[in-house]
């Protein structure tokens, strides 16, 4: 694997413990990922962070407009201590576009591609990371497109920020308007609790599980955590 | 028809790889200049460049019907006009005709070298005598046209002298502030005006005939009897006779009767050089003039001999690549070259105004791609340069008049004016169009425009052709699919199925409080 690396920082003293990049069945993935995105993002190349022991892709990736015109955009993806389990981290690091929550960035330029409930991130598939980068690179197109079009618009759709997203979510899984959403409010934030056999609160004249009961219950799973209807977990430290 | 990157690319370094080595030097002794100089064989210049102008044949090119001997007139008038006026320069004046730009003409006076003072009163006294070879030969011989006054501009100084390379189709261009100046100072009210360069190099008595008109440091020529100007001009061993210029404009009018006259519209794109005084075209066309800003600036500023021919390689790369766009790319005409500025002329599909316009803007839009993308990729040291653009609708003369040896092609109508007035007040980058153009560009091309109150047309800033493509691409809806190429030069993201292309559902992007 280590050949397959270029080296940034000192060399660490190793403290014994072994990263996903490590381990047998990361190292092979890794060849796997090189594999898929040698061909069609050939400008990223693979870095080790010493210091950090963080694996990275680094480079640019260019943005060809249909008449040929080329926009090199600089990128770093970071894949943290749970990859593939959980997705790699895109930046822009060339200061290309502001970074600012309006155009779906961090302060730091980090990409806000999607709600983490919403992640289009498949660990189990072979090409997950070429697909991740063609999420970035339609991410980047998009901030284009938005730099382009007079009237200012984000391309493929948006979410709101912060919790306004996540109701946004909400509301189109429950299939409804926003007063749906309030009428399941109790029942997202587990304050609740609803017979089978009653009234569905979405005032469709049906029985709850006959409507919106399995819909819910797939959808509260679905959020885990990330659920906004969650009283704030209180710190253990007083 | 449309632009394309590579395209665009690989034309430019093949036509930087053949040019060949440029030379400049300083014109020591006299020589012919249409046959001295070529796109590499330069000469640095010292004379007088005069701009004259007679702007109301435009109007009547655009307001007389059709099917009326007035159009007839109008282009036995221009034609006979310029030449006289070309005989005036070469043969009276022993100047250099370089061109007329529609109805403007654009001479030099570089013989005797370097004598800045001859220069000058040769100058001056050009546009007088062609101020009153209009009031007292040519507006009685066209009386039922109307009754036209000449504008004039005058500058003496250096510049360097080149040519365009096409066999068929060269012209002499002139770069450098004086030749530029020159036409910059003709002012709208028929009035001759020199630059203090010019007024400073005339003798006393010609001094004398002069007023300064304001802060700008420009003079104008006050008002000159008859009998002045006869006196002024044998003095100076002119020979100019008014009533022998009246001759020939007679003789010209019988060798150019109106019943021989003829004009029509076009089908297809024009021939221009199969056009004259008897096969003359009256098309609905837009104009489009592109102009490299601060390019005189960026010439003047060149001092070493490197310098130079650094600017005139730059110059012949976004010249050459501006004609291919017009006239390649876009189905359109090349007309002119204008020292650092190219003149098109669009006018197919006959007489359909929203194609016209449309095929024109995207001409522009393909200038600025170039000038942006391509030309400043394989010649960075043109990053200063920009263009300016400007764009107008109308019906315009197109014909190939003038005499035997020295026949232009000219562009007749309000539409040219105004499409080079555009050009000029727009800044590099930017592209104006006429209330018409804008109105009749669909929508995907028109919402790139504003109107700017300063300049008085619509603007672009810096359109080039990926801006307008991904702006097609914003109304990509949430949920739809986006189509994914990659190839050695990069990853083309679109909003519509291609071929070979990866499908995805672009995540709707998201952002933390």
Same mark, same amino acid.
């Given at each position: 694997m280590r050949e397959l690396l270029y080296l940034v920082g000192p060399t660490p003293k190793t403290d014994g413990r072994t990263r996903w990049f490590e381990r047998d069945e990361g190292d092979e993935r890794l060849k796997r990922d090189r594999a898929s995105i040698r061909h069609d993002y050939p400008d990223l190349k693979y870095g080790l962070n010493h210091r950090l022991k963080t694996v990275f892709l680094d480079g640019t990736i260019t943005l060809r407009a249909e008449c040929g015109i080329p926009t090199q955009i600089k990128t770093r993806v970071i894949f943290g201590d749970f990859y593939p389990q959980y997705e790699p981290i895109a930046y822009e690091?060339?200061?290309?576009?502001?970074?600012?929550a309006n155009r779906h960035? +961090?302060?730091?330029?980090?990409?806000?591609?999607?709600?983490p409930v919403e992640t289009?991130?498949?660990?189990?598939?072979?090409?997950a990371l070429h697909g991740f980068l063609d999420q970035i690179s339609t991410f980047f197109e998009r901030q284009l497109i938005y730099d382009a079009s007079p009237d200012k618009r984000w391309a493929w759709g948006q979410r709101g920020h912060g919790i306004e997203g996540y109701i946004e979510f909400i509301q189109e899984e429950l299939g409804g308007d926003a007063s749906l959403v309030d009428n399941f409010a109790g029942l997202l934030s587990g304050r609740e609790e609803i017979a089978?056999?009653?009234?569905?609160?979405?005032?469709?004249?049906?029985?709850y599980k006959y409507c919106h009961a399995k819909s819910l219950a797939r959808l509260i799973e679905h959020l885990g955590?990330?659920?906004? +209807?969650?009283?704030p977990v209180e710190s253990s430290l007083s | 028809m449309s632009w394309n990157y590579d395209d665009s690319l690989q034309r430019i370094g093949k036509h930087l790889d053949s040019m060949g080595e440029i030379e400049i030097e300083k014109l020591v002794r006299e020589a012919d200049l249409e046959t001295l100089l070529t796109e590499t064989c330069c000469r640095e210049i010292h004379g007088a460049h005069v701009y004259a102008d007679i702007s109301t044949f435009a109007r009547i090119a655009t307001e007389s019907v059709a099917d009326n001997n007035e159009y007839k007139r109008l282009i036995q008038g221009v034609h006979i006009y310029q030449r006289e006026v070309s005989r005036i320069v070469e043969?009276? /004046?022993?100047?250099?005709?370089?061109? /007329?730009?529609g109805s403007k003409l654009h001479a030099l006076f570089y013989r005797p070298i370097d004598d800045t003072q001859m220069l000058a009163t040769k100058a001056f006294l050009l546009l007088l005598v062609l101020k009153d070879f209009v009031n007292s030969v040519f507006n009685p011989s066209y009386s039922l046209l109307g009754n036209f006054s000449i504008a004039g501009g005058a500058d003496v100084g250096d510049a360097i002298g080149t040519r365009n390379g096409r066999r068929n189709d060269r012209e002499l261009l002139f770069l450098g502030a004086c030749a530029n100046y020159a036409a910059k100072?003709?002012?709208?009210?028929g009035r001759l005006r020199i630059s203090k360069a010019t007024y400073d190099a005339l003798p006393d008595d010609l001094r004398d005939l002069c007023e300064e008109i304001d802060d700008d440091e420009i003079y104008q020529a006050g008002s000159v009897s008859q009998r002045k100007l006869d006196e002024m001009l044998e003095k100076y061993e002119i020979e100019w006779d008014r009533e022998k210029s009246q001759e020939r404009v007679d003789d010209d009018k019988r060798a150019h009767p109106l019943k021989d006259i003829d004009y029509s519209s076009a &089908?297809?794109?024009? %021939?221009? %050089?199969?056009?004259?005084i008897w096969n003359n075209k009256r098309v609905l066309a837009v104009s489009i003039f592109g102009d490299i800003t601060g390019f005189t600036a960026y010439i003047d500023r060149a001092e070493s001999d490197d310098e130079k021919r650094e600017a005139l390689r730059v110059l012949h790369a976004i010249r050459k690549e501006m004609a291919t766009v017009v006239a390649v790319d876009f &189905?359109?005409?090349?007309?002119?070259?204008q020292g650092d500025r190219v003149q098109g002329l669009y006018h197919v599909p006959k007489d359909e105004e929203a194609s016209i316009a449309t095929e024109a803007v995207e001409a522009a839009i393909g200038l600025q791609s170039s000038m942006e993308k391509t030309i400043k990729e394989k010649l960075?040291?043109?990053?200063?340069l920009q263009l300016a653009v400007g764009v107008d609708i109308d019906t315009t003369l197109v014909s190939k008049l003038g005499t035997r040896a020295h026949r232009d092609r000219i562009c007749l109508g309000s539409a040219v004016e105004n499409a080079a007035k555009s050009e000029e007040k727009c800044s590099g980058g930017q592209i104006g169009v006429s209330k018409r153009v804008y109105e009749a560009l669909p929508g995907r091309l028109s919402k790139h425009f504003s109107y700017d109150s300063t300049i008085g047309c619509y603007v672009a800033k810096n359109l080039t052709a990926d801006k307008v493509e991904r702006a097609e691409k914003?109304?990509?809806?949430?949920?739809a699919p986006a189509f994914i190429t990659s190839n050695k030069s990069g990853v083309t993201v679109t909003e519509r199925e291609r071929e070979g292309a990866r499908t995805i559902i672009p995540g709707r992007s998201y952002a933390e409080d």
């Open positions: 690091t060339g200061n290309m576009f502001p970074h600012i960035f +961090f302060p730091d330029g980090r990409c806000c591609l999607w709600l289009q991130w498949k660990p189990r598939e072979a090409t089978q056999n009653s009234d569905c609160p979405c005032d469709s004249g049906k029985k955590g990330e659920n906004p +209807f969650l009283p | 043969t009276i /004046f022993g100047g250099l005709r370089i061109h /007329f730009q100072i003709i002012s709208s009210s &089908n297809e794109l024009i %021939d221009l %050089d199969a056009l004259s &189905n359109g005409l090349r007309v002119q070259f960075p040291e043109a990053e200063e914003a109304a990509a809806a949430a949920g």
